[in-house]
């Protein structure tokens, strides 16, 4: 026998949980789910799968967009560094008294003008979301933690509460 811990393939959340034969493992899991076998089906042996869960969904959540006063921009690690670049080169304008103003690329493939106080709002509103987004992972991280038995830790469900 073997332990099991099956998670929804969507969401990453565990659903189910259990011993079976190994040549059964695969069959534990029904449309869009997934088995993995688990050395120790114990709250110690399994706060790191459903914190990996919760890991792997706040970098998405980081990843899918931010929103600002001028839309939901681009925010996967890329963009977060032009973002940043651009809010440097608003400041640096900013500190000389020079004229700033750049047009840029949102999410949706739309355009807004921004002058140097814009793109700083712009650069901080997605500082904020990342920040959101960690913040929420942390809660999860204190939840798993918290945890006493195998149903409180398969009843925390990491999809829940993540900043739009």
């Known amino acids: 026998m073997i332990q099991y811990v099956v998670f929804d393939t969507a969401t990453g959340a565990p659903v189910k949980w259990g011993q079976c034969q190994p040549e059964l ?17 114990t709250v110690d042996g399994n706060r790191l ?14 990843d899918v967009g931010a929103p600002t006063p001028f839309g939901v921009v681009d925010s996967d690690e ?9 809010a440097l080169g608003a400041l ?8 700033y103003s750049v047009t840029w690329t949102m ?10 106080d814009e793109m ?13 987004c960690h913040e929420r992972a942390r809660e999860f991280r204190a ?22």
């Not at 999410?107 to 140097?116: G, Q, R, Y």
């Open 25 to 41: 493992l695969d069959a534990q899991a029904g449309p869009g789910e997934r088995a993995l076998a688990t050395s120790a089906l």
């Open 49 to 62: 799968i459903v914190w990996e869960q919760a890991r792997n969904l706040r970098n998405e959540k980081i």
């Open 78 to 86: 890329a963009a977060r560094s032009n973002v940043s670049g651009a």
């Open 92 to 99: 640096i304008a900013k500190s000389a008294n020079a004229p």
């Open 107 to 116: 999410l949706d493939n739309s355009t807004v003008a921004l002058d140097a």
């Open 120 to 132: 700083i709002g712009m650069a901080l509103a997605v500082l904020t979301h990342v920040n959101a």
């Open 143 to 164: 939840e798993i933690e918290a945890a006493i038995n195998m149903a409180e830790l398969l009843a925390i469900d990491v999809t829940a509460g993540w900043p739009q």
